[in-house]
Every structure is written in structure tokens, then in C-alpha cells.
């Protein structure tokens, strides 16, 4: 089992949808997570870090972690055709290092 | 403010030479990475510095060895190129690596590296 998992997708939203994105891990001690966005041909840029239960907003941007189920999420409200991408949900474990999940690509239909 | 920057941006080996990927940053973090992507894997870590004067060893580190060189520089070494590494390798920089908030990984443009 990977540490990280995420479904591959793709995961296909109209534009102007809200589209969830899900990562579930199996380290109990993390402590840090976060999401990053990949264009094709491209290097991943951070969307969110999230370190407490709970949600925590950006702009069109929630993260969601609960660490008692091991699940944290994105969700994008008012989906974008730009918003397009691979989604990478990024989790450190007790060695400092993160482990990525293989992302979810997303995308948005105008 | 170029943030972390990676040479060179594409490469052609044949099996068996050797190559250095070069990658500096500029942004007075502490700790620099080492990663291979590659379709259907993920992201995975090869070598890591966590500060100046220290490395360690990923989940995949075979083939490959790593020079701290100095704060802003973090080179990548592969001393017998092999058709399985093959693949994109990006470098990365977070301010530190242990706390919270300050461990945000920053990633450069990436190396597109093919081995013959």
C-alpha cells in the first residue's frame, strides 16, 4: 500500500464547478501536508500547506485535513478551465521528508 | 528573485557516462532536495540536505550521489548513466526541514534527462 493515495483520475468538472480532490495517508504522526498544482511540462507550485484539523481557505482554495480518518482534501470553487492540471497531495513524515502521492488530474470542461 | 533554478533544463545521455544536474537557489533556505518523476510514480526523493555540510539518503538513491556544495547549491551526480534513470528530476529548497510553516519545499523547473 502507498503512503500516499490519490485517485488518478482524470476527474472531469464543468466550468464553475466545485471540484473535490481527495489524498488519504497511512503515516499517523504527520504533521504537515500540502497541495501542489502541476501543469503538464512543468515544475509542482504550492497551492496550500495545512498543519491543523480542520479547513483552512485561500482565495478559491480549501484544504480540509482530519488526521483522526487520515484524509485531507482540496476543494476548488468557481472552477476555471486554467484550473486544468495535476493536483499532488504532499504529506511529511516522521523524517522530515515528503512522500507524494501520484496526483489527480483535474479537468475543467468551458 | 529567481527562486530556485536548475541546469541544464534537457540532457541526452548514452549508458554509462557520467553527468553532473546542477541547482542553486537564492532564497536563503536551509534545506535542498533531489527529486525523479516519473509517469505513474510520483514525485520521489533521492538525496536531501537538511543544512550546509549534511546529506542523507532518500527513498531512491542508488545511482546517484549528491554535493552540498555550499548554502544556495545542491548538485546531483549520476557517475553510470542507465536507461531506468531516465526521467525528470527536479530540485527543490524549504527554509528548513523539521517545523511546521517553515518547511514548505519550493521546486525549480526541472532537468528532462533521457539515457540511451
Known amino acids: 500500500q502507498k503512503e500516499v493515495e490519490q485517485n488518478s483520475g482524470p476527474l472531469s468538472v464543468p466550468e464553475g464547478a466545485i471540484a473535490s480532490l481527495n489524498c488519504t495517508y497511512s503515516?499517523?504522526?504527520?504533521?504537515?501536508f500540502f497541495w501542489y498544482r502541476q501543469y503538464s511540462g512543468k515544475s509542482p507550485e504550492l497551492i496550500m500547506s495545512?498543519?491543523?484539523?480542520g479547513d483552512k481557505e485561500d482565495g478559491r482554495f480549501t484544504a480540509q485535513l482530519n488526521k483522526a480518518s487520515q484524509y485531507v482534501s482540496l476543494l476548488i470553487r468557481d472552477s476555471q478551465p486554467s484550473d486544468s492540471a495535476t493536483y499532488l497531495c504532499?504529506?511529511?513524515?516522521?523524517?522530515?521528508?515528503?512522500?507524494f502521492g501520484g496526483g489527480t488530474r483535474l479537468m475543467v470542461k468551458p | 528573485n529567481a527562486g530556485v533554478t536548475q541546469t541544464p533544463k534537457f540532457q541526452v545521455l548514452k549508458t554509462g557516462q557520467s553527468m553532473t544536474l546542477q541547482c542553486a537557489q537564492d532564497?536563503?533556505?536551509?534545506?535542498m532536495y533531489w527529486y525523479r518523476q516519473d509517469p505513474g510514480m510520483g514525485l520521489r526523493l533521492i538525496y536531501y540536505?537538511?543544512?550546509?555540510?549534511?546529506?542523507d539518503k532518500g527513498e531512491v538513491p542508488n545511482g546517484y550521489n549528491v554535493s552540498r556544495l555550499n548554502k544556495r547549491e545542491f548538485s546531483l551526480r549520476l557517475e553510470s548513466a542507465a536507461p531506468s534513470q531516465t526521467s525528470v528530476y527536479f530540485c527543490?529548497?524549504?527554509?528548513?526541514?523539521?517545523?511546521?510553516?517553515?518547511?514548505?519545499?519550493?521546486f525549480g523547473p526541472g532537468t528532462r534527462l533521457t539515457v540511451l
Open positions: 527543490a529548497s524549504s527554509e528548513a526541514a523539521g517545523a511546521p510553516n517553515t518547511d514548505t519545499q519550493y
Open positions: 503515516d499517523r504522526v504527520s504533521q504537515s
Open positions: 495545512i498543519y491543523s484539523n
Open positions: 504532499a504529506v511529511k513524515n516522521a523524517g522530515n521528508m515528503l512522500t
Open positions: 532564497m536563503n533556505h536551509n534545506s
Open positions: 540536505s537538511a543544512s550546509e555540510g549534511t546529506t
